[in-house]
């Protein structure tokens, strides 16, 4: 029909594409081809990673001063050899080859076992005015992941992603545009994996085959086609080149690891301390309470409302004795104030820091604190004063800041007065005079940006500390500068389920230190509701606990005593995995690993994994089957191949398998894999509030290897290789079972002298005090721990 749901039919201009090759040029590190007026390079950065740019007429681009990826010229150069023939021309690394057709300039890659992938389709690269675009194949059984923050299930086969940052406010599954904007995709099928980042700060979009069942296409409103090929065949290996390409993220202080709890908003001094003697009494443990924006006096940011905070100091000196550390929530707008000694206003007006017109007008929009003004965040002089700003905060002991609003999320009208959602005009001016962009080009880097000012002013004022930087809105290298949540979502179990595909897209897309709103952001839970998601929660990277004004309060106590004690169990427990986590984030800031995993990451082999979205790993051992829908209790777990320990009851499974698992309201199923270690801590109500002098390890009978990282938790001294970094070895033969852990240390940092308990789950333990030597304990006996293995086909 023409007029299909009230939209007349689209006339769209049509491609141009590629001509023959006429001239091949070639220096170290890079091919180049022309064709007619049109250019085609290919840079070889590593053996599995290629730079492929294009433009239609003239030369590339320079590089951008935001760029997010490291300089081609930064890379160690890599050898490769180049076979020409009459019809192709082809480049070998030790890890894939490339074929490139000269009639066409159409492009395949080739694993070693001759297998293709990234190939291109018929239509190859195209442009038209406002586009350029490149089509790919979709090999059979191939699946797609990533692409930062998505709704919906894992696998985004035979969908459209498209890549702009918007205030997603009541998003659900089939929201495309979402708060962060990262175009990056792994593409999966047994035996060949790999990556590709699309290197545009344009709006950009995705075509996983709608359009057409059988190909993918990338396009963008951007002059030039910019992307990178990382090939793996693993996950592991395409994170680790793609987070080395893009950044891999600082280690956050292990109090950042607890639990935080939040709501917009605590709206007094009173009601804060209320909250903190209610954790404390009750002895649930929390380590952070967020400040959202009421705080604030009148929603100006970087001040404090004299009336309902009179003494902010004072406050956070008194939380902090308690054990809780303070972040604050900071927006962008800042409020048009002419003439009323409002220090951010005066300061950026007079400096000129505002975004600006094309005609050089003061850009205004509406937000919290109604008519407000917007800081250049692409410009370092903006970012530079923006991050000393934080100063006021960071004196008087806030240890954290919460970037929200950083679309930027604008309104014409004042909030509650019927206005549309807006941001800057696209022609609006960006950036340093010799690097100026218009907002078309840096709309996606605005959350990003600030992040950093963020992030860099936190490090200039809290030097002895590391710091807590949490951002809404975000790009591809976000992870460099902050964590990330997954805005407003809603008290609904479809969200409780659609967390946790979110995460693991988030941690396939470099960002490993993420969470949701525990309970939801909007509406109220019912009290299983919150019980299941804090069950959940528990493995979240982020743990944090929040509500929107005009709900019922979320706090883990509001729901009667049986959600309580849930509550209590599961934050108890995230407590005693700290040792596990921390080694989890390091691995992460080292590799670029996320630390929620789906189950293809570490089986991408096994179809069954594919697209299986409501089972996670916590690192490589630990794999949850969470329940969210109401009045379940039992439901379908897929393990898969290797033997795993059912957590709760020991009972023993061989995969792969499905099993029916028993989950009444008070347990989330979780399972471990053989040869597992899992260290652990005694229950603490905040991180550092006992000595720790007593560390669990707790393994399971197989043959593994395990990783152990400890640092102060605190400090930037791990910088300085005063880490410590122990291996852990676990062998298992017939009935007995030889736990090595490694005298050899890596680092400079000697962890306190303390107990050292090793458990062998379902055979017995031993103990020892650590003074730094190899310990070799011997395990005999057969497992005891639960059922005979089980083996369901």
Known sequence: MPQYFGKLPTTNQPWKTVGAVELVNKNERTINFAAGDSRLSLSILAANLIRVRFTPAGEFLPRRSWAVTVDDKDWEQVPFEIKETGENLEITTEKIRISIQKQNCHLTCFDL????????????????????????????????????????????????????????????????????????????????????????????????????????????????????????????????????????????????????????????????????????????????????????????????????????????????????????????????????????????????????????????????????????????????????LHKNLTDIGVAGIWNDMNEPAIDTRPFGDGGEKIWFPLDAPQGEVENLATHQEVHNLYGLMMAKACSQGLQQHRQQERSFVLTRSGYAGIQRWSSVWMGDNHSLWEHLEMSLPMLCNMGLSGVGFVGCDIGGFAGNATAELFARWMQLGMLYPLIRGHSAMSTARHEPWVFGDRTENICREYINLRYQLLPYIYSLFWEAATTGAPILRPLLYHFPNDPQTYTLYDQVLLGSALMAAPVYRPGVEHRAVYLPAGTWYDWWSGECYQGPTHILADAPLEKMPLYVRSGAVIPMQPVMQYVDELPPDEIRLRVWPGNGEYNFYEDDGQTFEYINQNFSLRTINVLTDTNQTIVNISSTREGKWLPPQRQIIVELVGVGQQQFLDDGQSKNLSFSGNYLGGKEIKNRK
């Open 113 to 388: 076992a001759d297998r293709p992938f990234a190939e291109d389709a018929d239509m190859g690269i195209g442009w038209r005015l406002g586009g350029v675009a490149s089509w790919k194949k979709i090999a059979a059984d191939e699946h797609f992941y990533g692409f930062g923050e998505r709704t919906g299930f894992l696998d985004k086969l035979s969908q459209v992603k498209t890549n702009w940052t918007v205030d997603a406010l009541d998003y659900d599954a089939i929201t495309d545009e979402m708060y962060q904007a990262i175009p990056f995709f792994l593409a999966l099928r047994p035996y060949v994996g790999y990556g590709i980042f699309f290197n545009t700060t344009f709006w950009s979009q995705f075509d996983l085959g709608a359009a057409q069942p059988s190909v993918w296409k990338m396009e963008t409103r951007g002059g030039e086609l910019d992307y990178y090929i990382i090939y793996g065949p693993e996950p592991g290996e395409i994170l680790r080149t793609y987070t080395q390409l893009t950044g891999r993220m600082p280690l956050p202080p292990k109090w950042a690891l607890g639990y935080h709890q939040c709501r917009w908003s605590y709206e007094s001094e009173i009601v804060v301390r209320e909250l903190a003697q209610e954790f404390r009494q009750r002895r649930i443990p929390c380590d952070v309470i967020h400040l959202d924006i009421d705080y604030m006096r009148g929603y100006r940011v970087f001040t404090w409302s004299p009336n309902r905070f009179p003494n902010p100091a004072q406050l956070i000196a008194d939380l902090a004795k308690d054990g809780f550390k303070t972040v604050t929530i900071i927006d962008p707008g800042v409020k048009y104030e002419p003439e009323a000694n409002y220090h951010v206003f005066d300061q950026g007006l007079a400096n000129d820091y505002f975004v600006r017109k094309v005609d050089g007008r003061l850009f205004h929009g509406y937000v919290w604190p109604e008519k407000a003004v917007f800081p250049d965040f692409m410009r370092a002089d903006v970012r530079h004063w923006w991050g000393n």
